[in-house]
């Protein structure tokens, strides 16, 4: 019998991709992170299981995979004794997680429904866990709840520097579509309705799109404010010196893929502008966890001061959004949550932001695949029938 490898971007869609191509008798025996998302080992029946035969794999039609090369094709008879040990290894490990699993239902129901309850909202297991072990012996689930939601929101940092007093030159940093243009705008209209028009200017480095520059152009007619272009290292010096007696400079930088190679010119840009210029990395709530992590690594080179989350209003999970921010250990500036200018923007805050992610919960009746929670509990490698 083969085993099957399935590769998705996050835990619910592998868990789905086992259960549509082998059923519901099929036994996970192995997941890990990979650089798609998530990857897990499955097979359908594990007691007449040979480690030597070739695996396939599987993936969501949207998702992209690697090949693997199977057990049988390698040369090496000690490579595949090794392999073989490792995956008993992970299912010696897996049983013990969901024994661990089931014990903790028996013995603190009510520590485990707290977790349901967090992984539900889109948290992962290495935040969940934590919260729901230092509530779960609080009187009442209810109680509990709450006080779980207080700890998320205190594992939040959030910005004391507020650019619409303090000023200076930031840009916008963050992949394609997630909403920068749009809250540059927000950040401007308030600035002008709080400072007046003659103390802001805009700038945009996106030589790539024309629509673009004519939305900020668009923005800055409204306003009244003056917008300029640059597309190196010296104009951008001259813009800034050109603007020198404005008090908050915004820039917007071009969107792009994580993979895309015009960043390190946007970088250079920025760098080479002879001025100290502030970035705040701009998310979208909507982007799914694996995708936001790349994000967090890529544009770790901005070195930005802060993050903005967008999009709240179309999300159906503020899980991912929230455990990005927490792991990234930026403080978040502001949210934004349509596309109203500029009403949409407020100035971030934890235990809002924390309450508006269970009541999205609540609203969609987000539940956690039983499989999905006794591989997150039992950590890195687990066992479990879906």
């Known amino acids: 019998m083969n085993i099957k490898r399935f590769v998705a971007p996050d835990m619910r869609q592998a868990i789905r991709l086992v259960r549509e191509t ?10 890990k992170s990979v650089d ?3 990857e897990l080992m499955a097979a359908v029946d594990l007691a007449h299981t040979d480690f030597s035969e070739a695996r396939d794999t599987v993936t969501p039609s949207e998702g992209p995979s690697s090949p693997e090369q199977s057990a049988t094709d390698t040369p090496d008879p000690l490579q595949a004794v090794r392999h073989e ?6 299912l010696m490990e897996s049983e013990l997680g969901e024994l661990n699993w089931r014990e903790m239902g028996e013995r603190h129901p009510q520590q485990r429904e707290l977790l349901r309850r967090l992984m539900s909202l889109g948290l992962p297991a290495e935040i969940a866990r934590p919260l729901s072990e230092r509530v779960g012996d609080e009187p009442g689930i209810d109680h509990a709840w709450r006080k779980a939601l207080f700890h998320l929101a205190s594992e ?12 200076g030159v930031v840009a916008l940093v963050g992949p394609t579509g997630v909403g920068k243009t749009t809250t540059i705008a927000k950040l401007a209209a308030r600035f002008a309705l709080r400072h007046g028009h003659r103390h802001l200017a805009l700038v945009t480095t996106d030589n790539f799109r024309i ?8 923005y800055g007619r409204i306003l009244n404010v003056p917008v300029r272009t640059a597309g190196d290292p010296a104009a951008l010096a001259d813009v800034l010196d050109e603007l020198s007696d404005r008090r908050l400079i915004l820039i917007d930088t071009a969107g792009m893929g994580l993979r895309n190679e015009r960043f390190k010119e946007q970088m250079e840009i920025l760098r080479g502008a002879g001025r100290p210029i502030r970035s705040l990395l701009t998310l979208s709530a909507t982007t799914e966890p694996s995708a936001m992590a790349r994000a967090l690594k890529l544009f770790a080179a901005a070195r930005p001061g802060a993050c903005v989350l967008t999009k709240l209003d179309e999300a159906a999970s503020l899980g991912a959004a ?12 502001f949210v934004a949550d349509g596309q ?15 309450d508006r992610a269970a ?3 609540a609203e969609y009746e987000a539940e956690c695949d039983p499989a999905y929670l006794s591989i997150a509990y039992g950590g890195s490698r687990a066992h479990a029938r879906v």
């Open 156 to 167: 939040l940092r959030i910005s004391d520097d507020d650019i619409l007093d303090q000023g």
């Open 36 to 38: 798609e998302g998530v």
């Open 22 to 31: 082998l059923g519901p008798d099929a036994v996970i025996l192995s997941n």
């Open 85 to 90: 040990v490792q995956e008993l290894r992970r």
């Open 359 to 361: 009541e999205l919960m």
């Open 211 to 218: 629509g673009a520059r004519d939305q900020l152009e668009t």
């Open 340 to 354: 109203r200018v500029p009403e949409d923007l407020q100035v971030a805050r934890a235990q809002p932001l924390v």
């Open 322 to 333: 929230i455990t990005a921010v927490i792991h990234s250990g930026l403080p978040l500036a």
